[in-house]
């Protein structure tokens, strides 16, 4: 299965340190070598880099690990193919534009027969069912509001019950995000921390790296670090319950719901 990384940020902060270890994962310390991306949010705009090699001999990640971007939400992606080839245009995090704002999904699972009838603008450019997940998800999202742009409680009440149809066909971790706010969905496994004052040192799981973090914050900041697994070895991850629905704004989470799908469809 493909892992997940999202950061929300209070402010920019950049994802260098967390980037580093997860990095590593995509065909080094682990088998996701089918290809990763990244994209950052800056003010109404998005970096997004994209690659079908394996993160950990990629020079683009190697570039995006280095380069101190800073950003209060960003999505990263490392795949292992379930569905689709190993190609561009099935790589994630996907971007597509909603209300005039980008949004980015990210996907980490499985979905058995999802075929949904999609009948607007949002289209598949790939063979994925993630991206034909995100596509029905935006859909529906404009189908339920129009063109009002809803406030983020909205959203969230909204994405639930979409969630809720879509995990009935299998694995839906996903990280889904506006700008605004970080949508998390642990279908199966999900963690995540909150870093604020008093900081203190941490250490990657999967690279000998260290880093003090009273350095490098200041002493309002809270940065919520969300990981299909923990990245550091020396810090109290929480995993979220499996079937859960949260939503990250200025480093917390502020809406959380359960998700509790039917049956497997035959």
């Known amino acids: ?64 690990s280095r380069y101190p971007i800073r950003s209060k939400n960003v999505i990263a992606h490392i795949r292992k193919a379930t569905q689709g080839s190993v190609r561009l245009e099935n790589t994630h995090p996907f971007m597509r534009e909603l209300w005039g704002r980008y949004w980015i999904f990210a996907h980490n699972g499985n979905l058995l027969d999802f075929a949904p ?27 339920a509001f129009g063109e009002h742009l809803p406030s983020t409680a909205e959203l969230f009440q909204k994405l639930h019950h979409l969630t809720l149809n879509i995990s009935e066909y299998g694995e839906f971790n996903f990280l889904l995000s506006n700008g605004d706010a970080l949508f998390a969905h642990a279908s199966t496994r999900l963690h995540y921390i909150v870093r604020q004052a008093p900081f203190a040192e941490a250490h990657l799981t999967d690279q000998d790296v260290n880093i003090d973090f009273r350095e490098v914050t200041g002493a309002n900041d809270r940065v919520a670090v969300i990981a299909t697994l923990p990245l550091t070895d020396n810090e109290a991850w929480t995993p979220l319950p499996a079937g859960t629905l949260c939503c990250f704004t200025e480093g917390a989470i502020v809406h959380q719901a359960p998700t509790r799908p039917g049956p497997p469809r035959p």
């Open 1 to 64: 299965m493909c892992e997940l990384l999202g950061m929300n940020c209070n402010v920019p902060t950049d994802i260098c340190f967390s980037f580093t270890g997860f990095q590593a994962r995509g065909g080094a310390t682990g088998v996701h070598s089918d290809g990763w991306g990244i994209a950052f949010f800056e003010d109404h705009g998005c970096r997004i880099f994209l690659d079908p090699q394996p993160s950990a001999a990629s020079p683009i990640a190697e570039l995006v």
């Open 117 to 143: 009838s999609l009948d607007g603008p949002y289209q598949p450019v790939g063979n994925t069912d993630s991206e034909r997940a995100f596509c029905w998800l935006l859909q529906e999202l404009r189908h």
